[in-house]
């Protein structure tokens, strides 16, 4: 069956531009993660939607991150007013549901670039 | 608050000898652990899991790890390496049983050669 996916898989923004980055789970999977993976480093945890509900977003970074999930599939990361800093691997992933020991299975990631 | 530390930023090894990545963790409660798998432009693939059953988990692709509580351990080994198992490794923790967010650690390279 169809994994995760996201898109696009590259984008290039220049320092200010706002973009979207979009990720469709596994169909009927409850949960969704965001992680963030800067170069040569672990992917480090953004956002966390049960369902249309972010019961956690401990880890975006700052005001300019929003992240949605309004019917409780699709999910769209934004990023308003991009800095050099948000280059980054953005990677999405879902799961069947939260609790449990429920594997996270990971789409291949948004590669933003911000010049 | 939970944290994975991996020993090792780059292993070699040759084709057929044991392989051992190296990881030690630290938590608050109970941990699941993971080890993930990132080959180059592909996603993250989970290898194997531990949920305090069996202390010794089998993964796929022939790689299994050991949980030593006493050691706060979770080490990733192969018996023999295979070319195709060159990649980054990813240790993981999560105390909520997986089911929410995902500490990594920093990442081995694994490098195989002939």
């Known amino acids: 069956g169809a994994g995760v996916s996201q898109s696009p898989r590259y984008k290039v923004a220049k320092r200010g531009q706002d973009v979207a980055l979009r990720c469709d789970p596994i169909?009927?999977?409850?949960?969704l993660f965001w992680y963030q993976q800067a170069l040569g480093q672990g992917p480090e945890f953004l956002t966390y939607?049960?369902?249309?509900?972010?019961?956690?977003k401990s880890g975006l970074p700052s005001d300019r991150f929003f992240a949605e999930r309004p019917e409780g599939s699709v999910s769209t990361l934004k990023i308003q007013r991009t800095q050099q800093e948000d280059s980054a691997v953005y990677l999405c992933?879902?799961?069947?549901?939260?609790?449990?020991?429920?594997?996270?299975?990971f789409g291949p990631g948004t590669r933003l670039t911000v010049t | 608050a939970q944290s994975v530390t991996q020993l090792d930023s780059h292993v070699s090894v040759s084709e057929g000898t044991p392989v051992l990545l190296r990881c030690n963790y630290s938590s608050s409660y109970s941990p699941s652990l993971f080890w993930y798998v990132q080959h180059p432009n592909k996603g993250l693939q989970l290898l194997l899991k531990y949920t305090s059953a069996a202390t010794l988990v089998k993964g796929i692709n022939g790689f299994e790890a050991e949980f030593k509580k006493s050691e706060t351990s979770f080490h990733l080994t192969k018996p023999s390496a295979h070319m195709s198992d060159a990649a980054e490794y990813f240790c993981v923790v999560s105390d909520t049983g997986g089911g929410n967010k995902l500490t990594f650690g920093t990442g081995t390279q694994l490098k195989v050669e002939l």
């Open positions: 992933a879902s799961s069947r549901t939260s609790g449990g020991t429920y594997e996270q299975y």
């Open positions: 939607f049960q369902n249309e509900a972010q019961l956690d």
């Open positions: 169909s009927g999977h409850v949960s």
